[in-house]
Each structure stands twice: as C-alpha cells, then as structure tokens.
C-alpha cells in the first residue's frame, strides 16, 4: 500500500505541473515524448507494425511509422487534457472546446423514453465524449475494470464522476447494466477490445476479430438503440493537433424497433456496430490505440461461434 501511496503521490505532481504549464508547452512535451517512445525506447513496436499491417497492408513501413508517431504524441495529450479538463471547460463554455456533426439523432433517442446504448472505441479522446455528456446533463454509464492502484482509481474516478459520468467495476457489472436500462438509462461502451474466447468473431479491417456480443443482446433485448459515437481531436491545416479542441461525431443510430433486412441477430449486431467504428478510424487512424491485440485470438480460440446465432 505505500508503494501505492507513493506512485499516487508522483501522478498528483505530475498533475500538477502539467496544469501550472500552457498549452502550447503541454503540445510539445506530448510531441517530444512521442519522439522518445517511437524513436528511442520504441515500446510495443513489433505490436504496433502487426496492427498497422493487418489494418493498412498498403502503407510503407515509413507511412506507419508516421501513424504510430502521431499516435503516442495522441495519447500523451490525452493525459495533459484529462488534468485541465475539469478547469477547462465548463458548461457555459464548451461551445469554445466541442463541436457536434450529426448529433440530431442521438438527441432524438435521449428524448425518448427508452434506454440508450452509445458504442465507441478507443478512438480520439473517449473521456471527453462521457465529459461532454455530463456538462449537457445527459449522465450515463460506463463499465472500467478498477485500476489496480486505489488511490490511482479512486483520483481517475472522481475525474469521470465530475459531470455526470458514473462507472460501474467490471466485475459483476451485468446486474447494474440490466438495471440502468430498465431504468430507460444510458449506457456508454468501449467495444474494440478483444472479447477472449466468449466473443464472436466479426471482420475488423478485414480479418477476423473476438468482439463482444452483449451490446447487441442488450440491444435487441431492452429495444435500446445503438448510437456510434467518437470525439475526434482537432487538427490545423499543416496537421498538427489542437489540445482542448473536439469534434463529436454521431455517425449512425441501429434501431432494434425498426431493423434493416440485413441485421437478422445477434452477430449481425455486433458485426456492424464493429464496422462503423472501423469507418471512423480508417479515417483518422493516428488517433486510435493501436495498442492492443485487437486480433489475440483466432476462430479456434472462440467458443462464442459454435452458440445459438439468434441467442
């Protein structure tokens, strides 16, 4: 526990020297850091060129470096703005930090007297999207599996509950989830990590991958929509990022009520939220955690394949 205590009190002062810094320097620490982690100490690097090569075969190693550069300089910025945030914008001026596209069909189910299901990944900056949500009084739900680190989890969390935003263990979690949308609650979901052997396997850029199957039981259970959402850092015209400057894209509603032809069950669910977010990262592949092993396990590896289809 004082081991604990200790690495809470370096990422408080951490903190604190990142929010006593400008923006403009907490963009250059994130570039430089970039830099170590691509160039010096090149961590996951092998991970990073397999992802890289399954999802963009016809990138040049040079394109990929490119990619996974921009993406750590991604994340850094991300932990610089999760320490400003909460100074920064504020309900009478997020207009100054977010833009919405396409955001008339998720207010539409929000207004609804029915339980919403917002799909992402981690794509652009996902805690702002649940931020946002909270400073417009829209409070939802999310699952996290609880950091190791008390104290550390305990910090994280409050920053997530500030506005609205409350997070529900991992553990055990089904029983809440079933009650937040009896409830006719919204649930906000990360769904692109790999499911292990219970998921089913749906097409991610282009090959198989285990991908959860529970958002669209839920769905089609509960009759709750599922809106594909993502909050997209800002770059310049010369492609550098803006810090603290978001667009929220809405990018498509799947309604159990009334479904197209070709979603028939379960699978077809998870198929094609797993689609649509992959639309979006192709386009802005340098903001997606490239990180994780997305494609750990093959069809072999997953039982999920051999259950009742429509189950």
Avoid at 219 to 233: D, E, F, G, H, T
Wanted: proline share 5%.
């Amino acid at each position: 526990m004082v081991f604990n205590f200790l690495v809470y009190i370096l990422v408080r002062v951490i903190f604190c020297i990142l929010q006593s810094i400008s923006l403009e320097s907490g963009c250059v620490v994130a570039r430089e850091l970039a830099k170590f982690f691509t160039f010096v100490i090149p961590i996951r690097r092998r991970l990073l060129n397999e992802n890289l090569q399954i999802a963009f075969p016809e990138l040049s190693s040079e394109e990929r470096q490119k990619i996974i550069l921009k993406m750590w300089e991604h994340l850094f910025l991300m932990g610089i703005e999760v320490s400003l945030v909460g100074r920064k914008i504020r309900d009478l001026n997020w207009r100054r930090h977010i833009r919405f596209f396409g955001v008339n069909p998720l207010m539409s189910v929000l207004n609804q007297e029915r339980p919403v299901i917002i799909v992402t990944g981690h794509f652009g900056n996902f805690e702002i999207g649940g931020f946002t949500l909270g400073v417009l009084t829209y409070p939802s739900h999310t699952v996290a599996r609880p950091l190791d680190n008390p104290y550390l989890n305990a910090y994280i969390k409050k920053f997530r509950e500030s506005t609205g935003q409350f997070i529900i263990p991992k553990n055990g979690a089904s029983d809440d989830i079933i009650k937040i949308l009896h409830q006719n609650g919204l649930m906000a979901l990360l769904v692109d990590q790999s499911a292990g052997q219970k998921g089913y396997m749906v097409d991610f850029f282009g090959k198989p991958a285990s991908t959860f199957k529970a958002i669209g039981l839920l769905a089609l259970k509960y009759n709750a929509p599922i809106v594909i959402c993502y909050s997209l850092r800002r770059q310049n015209e010369e492609g550098d990022f803006e810090p603290l400057k978001f667009d929220i894209y809405v990018t498509s509603v799947l309604d159990p009520s009334n479904l197209p032809p070709y979603i028939k069950n379960v699978k077809d669910v998870t198929q094609w939220f797993t689609k649509k977010l992959e639309d979006g990262i192709r386009k802005n592949p340098e903001q997606y955690w490239w990180i994780h092993r997305r494609w750990k396990y093959t069809d072999r590896h997953v039982n999920g394949e051999t259950q009742d289809r429509n189950s």
